[in-house]
């Protein structure tokens, strides 16, 4: 990714604390496949035929457990026909997953730290995290040299929250709140259960142990409120810092990709690192 382009950490790759985003993070919403008789759960009644449209892609997510309840009318694709779906427990578990209906990201805290939603007001900061080449040298851009690559940033991340494809806090120290870093949850899947994790710390800041605590709690908070059952990572080998905090948190190393990127110059390889709900400690 190009600077001040879409954004985010989830490929741990420094020589300090920061991983970046997987190339697929980028923005798109959750759209609806059309549910047929050979669809196993749903329940579908046709209703009057109206306009023809398409109400979805093959990324679909699909819900193999109804319940009781009506969900919202989905227009389809077809001769005018248009289904009333119904779902229980799988429906709860996306609006869980999506945060559905929250206009910006709750606040996560730690004993040392607060997790929460970026605003102008975060600009310098953030501009000061991702200037330094340090922070950026196994990421998915060049490090920043003005301010507005920033103030896009900041845009990117809200305009990603909104379409649900993207959860990044930014962190800080509790006693003054300004902002040392990011965490950051992407590829977020309601059909799956699963998102990518990530992280970048200032420069400033490194070796106190502030990314291991805030990523840890950002995986508490994706295991126990959104009810994911997987989460994963991308990591440069050479970054071994970042690669102690996932192994310190249980992540298990998946496998190894040669060659995966191209970035700052050089060809990079990348680790890839996962994590299930059922193997999760607590506090780890």
């Known amino acids: 990714m190009g600077t001040g382009g ?5 490929r741990c790759r420094s020589s300090g604390p920061a991983w970046r985003m997987p190339r697929r993070w ?27 449209s398409t109400c979805g892609t093959s990324r679909s997510p699909s819900f193999r457990n109804s319940g009781a309840g009506a969900g919202p009318s989905l ?3 077809g001769e005018g026909a248009s289904y009333q779906i119904t779902w229980g427990r799988e429906r709860s578990k996306l609006g869980n997953i999506m945060l559905t209906g929250a206009s910006t990201l709750p606040t996560l805290e730690t004993p040392r730290l607060r997790l929460r939603w970026m605003t102008e007001a975060d600009i310098p ?13 196994y990421w998915s851009w060049s490090a920043y040299t003005e301010r507005a690559q920033a103030e896009k940033l900041l845009g990117n991340i809200h305009e990603a929250f909104a379409e649900r494809s993207l ?26 259960r699963r998102a ?12 106190h142990g502030y990314g291991r605590e805030a990523v840890a709690r950002v995986v508490e908070f994706g295991f126990i409120s959104l009810e994911l059952h997987r989460l994963e990572a991308d990591v440069d080998p050479r970054n ?4 102690q905090v996932l192994e310190g948190l249980g992540f298990q190393r998946e496998g190894y990709q040669r060659q995966r990127y191209f970035l700052n110059g050089e060809i990079q390889d990348a680790v890839l690192y996962g994590l299930l709900r059922p193997e999760w400690r607590p506090g780890a």
């Open 125 to 137: 900061a953030l501009f000061e995290l991702f200037s330094h080449p340090e922070v950026t040298r």
């Open 26 to 52: 980028w923005a798109r919403s959750h759209r609806w496949t059309r549910p047929t008789s050979a669809s196993p759960g749903w329940r579908a009644s046709c209703a009057s035929a109206g306009p023809a």
């Open 167 to 192: 959860f990044q806090w930014g962190f800080a120290r509790r006693e003054d709140d300004r902002i040392i870093g990011t965490c950051t949850l992407s590829d977020l899947s309601g059909q799956h």
């Open 240 to 243: 071994t810092s970042s690669m």
């Open 196 to 207: 990518s994790l990530g992280y970048a710390l200032n420069r400033a800041h490194w070796g």
């Open 6 to 10: 879409w954004c985010s950490p989830s």
């Open 75 to 77: 227009p389809c694709v």
